[in-house]
């Protein structure tokens, strides 16, 4: 199987916020491999804008380490770097003042694509989107892309996309959640609406209930400022369970078009219940050995925020009434692993009796790492002694299917970009779609808030409280094993 990779016409992209830790980190190594998979035309400028006083060759030396850090070996070895590194240009600019701004201005050159990436904190997008407009650098057919939190509550969401409405179109508005952006989420999609397998069986009827997992490893990292104030709600579930549930639960869009797409979505958010109190278990995790617990990663001995949470959830439509979603996602768990289960009913009668057994269908779907699917299908067992039956996986890893192409595949962050480029909007959130997501995410919010909610302490590594269990087991259901 051979690649195609679609060239991009010329842009010039600004990054503010260039020297940061997600530039760093995400941003410039996944630019310079979309460099070396051919895809960036040789005109194209990335120009990074922050507060910071360097020159251009200080920003290319700053990006060539940021990517021998954080590209790999691979990437960093890469010949192409020299030439990458031309491409790149730093102007000295103040989000909140007026330095640097018409140098900034002077570098943008028309008849290109113009793009402007916001890679700093939701505090600064206002300030930006006023200064892009007023000293000349966007146009008609500029976009700018902003980076999440989008908000902390719908107050702040409406309030940031008033700010912006004021200066950029919709149309012109990227909102970033990075999950959109992975292979296998987007596989999601091809999944169920390229077959016609899966679609009829796909509702109430014929599923018993379906898991959201998304579990990590790592805890809060340098991040713990942030994360306190957030928690796994804000920082996860409104945003990347979220639209996960939504690609899994919406109805076939009529087209793969931007508004198709997030029509549908919007419906599932708006579709979603109310949650009740015993269906939400917030949990912490404590310290072991020399890990330190959250709270002192956070350094907040009387920190309240959860690590961890899971949900139980409903969606009152008719495809959906009667079969929970199950979503769990917390940091230091057993194993990095993100996957999507849907458990199918049991047939209506075993003409095996019991003999037979229970037996169901189970298809997960792995997001990564290990990018997958399996279903579960039931056989009989092999060998003599009668009809016994048992449950088998049809296992289909995308990098034993499709060879080393798949995992050749851009990340995230490298894909977005390129269809910021393209002017494809279809992996982005729209305004009312963020705000939705808020306007579910609040009340729950201020439930917990209400009875002074204490977070259930978990063991680092293991799969979250005990309290997470029950919320499955009261059901007769289990979760899945998280497996890495
Ligand atoms: P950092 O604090 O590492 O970087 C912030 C950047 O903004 C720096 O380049 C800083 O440069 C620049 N900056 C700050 N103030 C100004 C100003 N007044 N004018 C111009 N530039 C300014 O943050 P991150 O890179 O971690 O995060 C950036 C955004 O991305 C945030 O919204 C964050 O929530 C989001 N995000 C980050 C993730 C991550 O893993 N880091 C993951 C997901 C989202 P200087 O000080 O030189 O001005
Ligand atoms: C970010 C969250 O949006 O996603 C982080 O702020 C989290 O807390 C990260 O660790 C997870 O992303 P990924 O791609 O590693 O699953």
């Not at 679609?6 to 940061?20: E, K, M, N, S, Y």
């Not at 895809?39 to 251009?56: K, L, N, V, Y």
């Not at 890893?397 to 002017?423: K, N, Q, S, W």
């Not at 201020?446 to 029950?470: F, H, T």
Request: glycine letters at 8%; one cysteine or more.
């Amino acid at each position: 199987m051979v690649s195609r990779v679609i060239p991009v016409d010329d842009f010039d992209l600004v990054i503010f916020g260039g020297t940061g830790d997600l530039a760093r980190r995400k941003i410039l190594p996944g630019l310079f491999r979309r460099f070396c998979a051919g895809q960036m035309p040789a005109d194209a400028r990335i120009i990074g804008a922050a507060r910071s006083e360097m020159d251009s060759d200080g920003f290319r030396t700053l990006v060539r380490d940021a990517i021998i850090e954080f590209g790999g070996d691979d990437l960093s070895s890469r010949r192409e770097l020299p030439d990458f590194l031309l491409q790149l240009h730093y102007v000295t600019t103040d989000a909140r003042g007026d330095g640097g701004w018409k140098e900034l201005a002077a570098q943008m050159r028309s008849g290109v694509v113009r793009a402007f990436y916001l890679s700093v904190g939701p505090g600064l997008f206002a300030d930006i989107a006023e200064r892009l407009t007023s000293f000349g650098l966007a146009d008609a057919a500029s976009r700018i892309v902003v980076e999440k939190p989008f908000g902390r509550d719908l107050e702040t969401a409406r309030a940031l996309n008033h700010d912006l409405a004021k200066h950029f179109d919709e149309s012109q508005i990227y909102r970033i959640d990075h999950y959109l952006g992975k292979e296998t989420v987007q596989n999601l999609m091809a999944v169920r609406f390229g077959n016609i397998l899966f679609e009829p069986l796909w509702n109430s009827q014929y599923i018993d209930h379906i898991q959201i997992t998304v579990a990590e490893t790592v805890g809060v990292g340098g991040r713990g400022g942030y994360y306190d104030k957030s928690g796994a709600m804000r920082d996860m579930v409104q945003n990347h369970l979220m639209q996960l549930l939504c690609l899994i639960a919406m109805e076939p869009p009529s087209k793969f078009d931007p508004d198709a797409v997030r029509d549908e979505k919007l419906k599932v958010i708006r579709a979603l219940d109310d949650v009740e109190t015993h269906h939400i278990v917030r949990g912490q995790y404590s310290a072991h050995g020399d890990m330190k617990s959250y709270r002192q990663d956070v350094e907040n001995e009387r920190s309240f925020t959860e690590s961890f949470i899971a949900l139980k959830l409903q969606l009152s439509n008719w495809r959906w009434a009667g079969t929970p979603f199950y979503l769990r996602t917390g940091k230091r768990m057993k194993a990095r692993s993100s996957e999507i289960t849907v458990v199918f009913k049991d047939p209506p009668h075993s003409i095996f009796g019991d003999e037979g057994g229970q037996h169901h269908n189970e298809l997960s779907i792995q997001l990564q790492p290990n990018e997958g699917m399996t279903l579960d299908v039931t056989i009989k067992e092999p060998g003599p002694g009668g009809m016994r039956l048992v449950d088998v996986p049809l296992d289909m890893t995308f990098a034993d299917a499709l060879g080393p192409e798949a995992d050749d595949v851009p990340d995230a962050y490298e894909r977005l970009i390129m269809d910021v480029i393209r002017g494809n909007q279809t992996l982005f959130m729209r305004g009312d779609e963020v705000e939705a997501a808020w306007s579910w995410t609040d009340p729950l919010i201020e439930k917990w808030q209400a009875r002074s909610d204490v977070p259930k302490p978990y063991d680092i590594g293991s799969n979250g409280p005990e309290d997470a269990l029950m919320l499955m087991h009261r059901d007769g259901r289990r979760w899945r094993d998280i497996k890495g």
